[in-house]
């Protein structure tokens, strides 16, 4: 059976009564049947419910009355409540937990038909660039097996990659999309802070959290972004701005004003091949007039220090209602409760997220609350303001996604925050809450994708989208 790298050849395959949802449904999960076991991109297959929706929607489409993404075929990141669903986050201290409700960005999907073939592996709780932190084992990257698919959302972009699903939901807290989108050779997006309901997200760090969407293309995000943004009751910062119409493209021809950091492109960790191809791409802009300027963002080295001080203590505080006793998993070797606490949290929790909740409860602690978190938290609104002001003079910054391609799988660190370097580019727009898309533009000579970022004013994905749709096909 021929395999869709779209939503419009998809839909126009079923409107032609070329092919059903059943058989689009039956092709993935043969995909996954044949692939998945070397990828690991999948934890959990919902076969039979999915093959029942198709049907359920092929009945819908000959009626006339199926929803504006009946067929699209989508897996979810292990971070998202899917109600009757096991919901783990990767962790064993979730082990046997099952969902009693669907997460918001789930529901409106569901109003759509779409159809949910399945749970998608991550880093625990959603920390780690490398998607080696997982109760299930490691994701590999389809690229080349002995590379990571980044994290924490690989396996939703390991997954889209392999032609596994049409598209896939991830959640971004400092790059956990754009990443692994980059290391996978996919789109994706991370919406403006409070455009897409958190509801129904596990919280690894409450201000920086958000979900979004990992594609073929620039048009299935767009797709998908116009269905799950907007207002929700059940989630309090969530905007009340109007959604746009995110698939209908801007296709003005007036030139734009591009900002290029300056310590992102002659940053001596960068790639020289992922500097020049950006270079190239600057010089292509410019010939077909746009304005593409150099500007400097002095504050790149303070992003990741700032960023692991802040979603540290967040986490801190998140993973507090984790503790053996309510739910998930409860150690064995306990007699009172104290032990229970602390032995079903040191078994239940992996290594990198018990670094970080200590971590996080040390910077919260009242000999040094005001020192670092208070700290930090001025530094964030000083990186928020300093973006602003870029924006104020350009339409977007454009920056690389990541300072290199995939790494080696079991590539292991004797100190834990190189490792953190990894976001070095991704994470201003989280501590910013600015939209930020990753575009795979690019292919190294050793045969890995890697990809550019764009940046851009709170709430402007419809200018952000357009213009990353046309970068495609520059």
Same mark, same amino acid.
């Given at each position: 059976m021929k395999n869709y790298s779209s939503f419009k050849q998809t839909f126009a395959a079923l409107n032609n009564a070329e092919t059903t949802c059943l058989a689009i449904v039956e092709n993935y999960l043969s995909t996954i049947s044949e692939k998945n076991a070397e990828i690991n991109a999948f934890v959990e297959v919902f076969a039979e419910e999915a093959l029942e929706k198709a049907k359920i929607i092929d009945q819908k489409i000959s009626d006339g009355t199926a929803g504006q993404l009946a067929g699209m075929v989508i897996g979810v990141k292990d971070n998202i409540c899917i109600k009757n669903h096991k919901l783990t986050a990767?962790?064993?201290?979730?082990?046997?937990?099952?969902?009693?409700?669907?997460?918001?960005?789930?529901?409106?999907?569901l109003a759509e038909d779409v159809i949910i073939i399945g749970r998608l592996n991550c880093d625990e709780f959603a920390m780690g660039s490398a998607n080696e932190n997982s109760v299930y084992g490691s994701v590999k990257n389809p690229h080349n097996l002995?590379?990571?698919?980044?994290?924490?959302?690989?396996?939703?972009?390991?997954?889209?990659?392999?032609?596994?699903?049409?598209?896939?939901?991830?959640?971004?807290?400092?790059?956990?999309?754009? $990443?692994?989108?980059?290391?996978?050779?996919?789109?994706?997006?991370?919406?403006?802070?409070?455009?897409?309901?958190?509801?129904?997200?596990?919280?690894?760090?409450?201000?920086?959290? $958000?979900?979004?969407?990992?594609?073929?293309?620039?048009?299935?995000?767009?797709?998908?972004?116009?269905?799950?943004?907007?207002?929700?009751?059940?989630?309090?910062?969530?905007?009340?701005?109007?959604?746009?119409?995110?698939?209908?493209?801007?296709?003005?021809?007036?030139?734009?004003?591009?900002?290029?950091?300056?310590?992102?492109?002659?940053?001596?960790?960068?790639?020289?091949?992922?500097?020049?191809?950006?270079?190239?791409?600057?010089?292509?802009?410019?010939?077909?007039?746009?304005?593409?300027?150099?500007?400097?963002?002095?504050?790149?080295? $303070?992003?990741?220090?700032?960023?692991?001080?802040?979603?540290?203590?967040?986490?801190?505080?998140?993973?507090?209602?984790?503790?053996?006793?309510?739910?998930?998993?409860?150690?064995?070797?306990?007699?009172?409760?104290?032990?229970?606490?602390?032995?079903?949290?040191?078994?239940?929790?992996?290594?990198?997220?018990?670094?970080?909740?200590?971590?996080?409860?040390?910077?919260?602690?009242?000999?040094?609350h005001e020192a670092y978190f208070t700290k930090a938290q001025q530094i964030r609104r000083v990186i928020q303001d300093a973006t602003n002001e870029i924006l104020k003079d350009f339409d977007f910054i454009l920056t690389p996604t990541t300072p290199h391609t995939a790494?080696?799988?079991? $590539?292991?660190?004797?100190?834990?925050?190189?490792m953190y370097l990894e976001d070095i580019f991704t994470v201003q727009a989280n501590l910013s809450g600015h939209p930020a898309i990753s575009l795979p533009l690019f292919k190294h000579s050793n045969g890995m994708p890697f990809a550019l970022q764009l940046l851009a004013k709170n709430f402007e994905e419809q200018k952000l989208l357009s213009f990353s749709n046309y970068l495609m096909e520059l």
């Open positions: 990767s962790s064993k201290i979730l082990d046997g937990f099952e969902s009693l409700f669907n997460a918001t960005v789930i529901e409106k999907l002995s590379k990571v698919p980044g994290g924490s959302s690989g396996g939703s972009a390991a997954a889209v990659a392999s032609n596994f699903c049409l598209a896939a939901l991830g959640s971004d807290t400092g790059g956990s999309i754009r $990443q692994p989108a980059a290391f996978c050779g996919v789109v994706g997006l991370k919406p403006t802070y409070s455009r897409v309901s958190r509801y129904g997200l596990i919280a690894y760090s409450s201000s920086f959290d $958000q979900i979004g969407p990992i594609t073929n293309n620039v048009e299935d995000t767009s797709l998908i972004l116009e269905v799950i943004a907007g207002k929700d009751k059940m989630d309090s910062t969530s905007s009340s701005k109007e959604v746009e119409n995110y698939s209908l493209f801007n296709s003005e021809t007036k030139s734009k004003k591009i900002a290029v950091v300056t310590e992102c492109l002659e940053n001596e960790k960068l790639d020289s091949e992922i500097r020049f191809s950006i270079e190239e791409t600057i010089e292509k802009l410019k010939k077909n007039g746009h304005t593409v300027e150099m500007v400097s963002f002095p504050f790149l080295d $303070q992003l990741v220090p700032t960023y692991y001080v802040l979603t540290t203590a967040e986490a801190s505080s998140n993973l507090a209602r984790f503790d053996g006793v309510h739910y998930g998993y409860r150690s064995k070797e306990t007699s009172n409760l104290e032990e229970t606490y602390t032995k079903s949290r040191t078994e239940g929790f992996g290594k990198e997220v018990q670094r970080r909740i200590m971590l996080g409860t040390f910077v919260l602690s009242a000999g040094y790494f080696e799988l079991g $590539q292991k660190h004797k100190d834990p925050t190189v």
